[in-house]
């Protein structure tokens, strides 16, 4: 078992990686039809199982699309992960979709919306 300080430095090294290999490393085109950034990653304490958290930018056809062409790619993420990091053994890599931005900008606005109901409801009295 690995301890909580080399989990999180692993961690970083792969969210990196990976993220490097989305800029210029995966030629799946339909990777490239959103805009995709990894958020964060969810390794397991004995490295065996990533979660990898991305986000992606685009209408629900190019997210979904999107996701397919990383769940598609998995294999090669894993290959060249175990190129690039150090490790024993390479850990399994799943993709999942964060939506906390998106969510975040809802709230945001529904924030901005209920100050702006405030401010003309405080002038008309």
Request: charged share 30%.
């Amino acid at each position: 078992m690995a301890t909580d300080r080399r989990v999180s430095r692993v961690a970083e090294l792969i969210k990196r990686e990976v993220s490097q290999m989305l800029l210029n490393g995966i030629k799946d085109d339909r990777v490239g039809t959103g805009m995709v950034s990894v958020t964060d990653v969810d390794l397991s304490g004995d490295l065996q199982h990533a979660k990898i958290f991305v986000s992606i930018y685009g209408t629900e056809e190019a997210k979904a699309e999107t996701m397919a062409g990383l769940k598609s790619a998995t294999g090669y993420v894993r290959s060249e992960l175990g190129a690039r990091v150090r490790l024993r053994r390479t850990p399994e890599v799943m993709f999942v979709e964060d939506r906390s931005i998106e969510r975040g900008t809802k709230v945001l606005t529904l924030l901005n919306q209920l100050s702006q109901e405030r401010l003309t409801t405080n002038i008309e009295d």
